[in-house]
């Protein structure tokens, strides 16, 4: 689940431009999942039951944010487990990978965020009550700025599943949430990374309100065994293309 919410539209924010590509073809809108999927119970409450409103560009939405400057993003930023006096406890891994944008062109300089529950399947958050141990060494958030050839990385820990009162007996598969900011702050997206072969995936309505089950495998991270650090932690691969036919999925604007 994510408390974040998005406040423009997405096919505003990405529908093709002038210089998009003649051979350019705009996906299925049905494979982003619905503003209200009945299986996920709370988007009932929270879905918009009138159209979006539009509300025109300003300078501030069209020109790209210089994060550098008014956001000092440190290393320490992307290492999850180095953020407090002891060690956390958990699988480390690394998940690293690179972002495109819509013309399949690395993004550089663009902010990636990154929240998570601990290895126990709690989040560091007051409305997260359930009986699963909290770790004093883990607070589950973490930040980097892309590389010049799009590629950002981060040093965490496996998230454990966790039950979340959908239905009974309802699990979330372990996931890492992402927010990409692009190029202007109005341009923020949200979205989802799994891990391979969770047995929780045929029973999370979540994961199957994205329909198209391309879509699905493209939120799914790749277990990489030549990115893995010996005696230190495993890799996983996660790429995020802004749109076109290898979009990633993001969370539609509520």
């Not at 119970?41 to 069209?62: C, D, G, M």
């Not at 990374?193 to 089950?213: Q, T, W």
């Not at 996983?236 to 604007?253: H, K, M, N, S």
């Amino acid at each position: 689940m994510t408390d974040t919410h998005q406040t423009v539209s997405q096919e505003r924010i990405y529908a093709p431009v002038a210089d998009t590509p003649a051979g350019y073809v705009r996906e299925d809108p049905a494979a982003h999942p619905p503003l209200h999927y009945p299986g996920y119970k709370s988007t009932a409450l929270r879905h918009p039951r009138e159209p979006l409103v539009y509300l025109p560009n300003t300078i501030s939405e069209v020109t790209g944010p210089a994060l550098g400057e008014v956001l000092p993003v440190t290393a320490r930023d992307a290492d999850l487990l180095a953020q407090h006096g002891g060690d956390p406890i958990g699988e480390r891994i690394t998940v690293s990978g690179r972002v495109f944008d819509t013309e399949g062109k690395p993004l550089r300089n663009t902010l990636v965020e990154v929240w998570q529950a601990n290895a126990a399947g709690r989040y560091r958050h007051r409305m997260d009550r359930w009986p699963a141990p909290l770790d004093p060494n883990f607070s589950g958030a973490g930040r980097c700025l892309t590389d010049d050839e799009g590629r950002y990385r981060f040093l965490t820990l496996k998230p454990g599943p966790y039950p979340w009162g959908n239905h009974y007996n309802a699990w979330r598969p372990a996931h890492i949430h992402f927010s990409l900011l692009g190029r202007a702050f109005a341009q923020r997206l949200v979205t989802q990374m799994y891990f391979p072969g969770d047995p929780f995936f045929p029973y999370d309505p979540i994961f199957n309100s994205v329909a198209d089950e391309r879509a699905r495998e493209r939120m799914i991270a790749r277990f990489s065994i030549h990115d893995t650090e010996p005696d230190w932690a495993a890799a996983y691969a996660f790429d995020i293309v802004l749109r076109g036919p290898a979009a990633t999925i993001f969370e539609q604007p509520r």
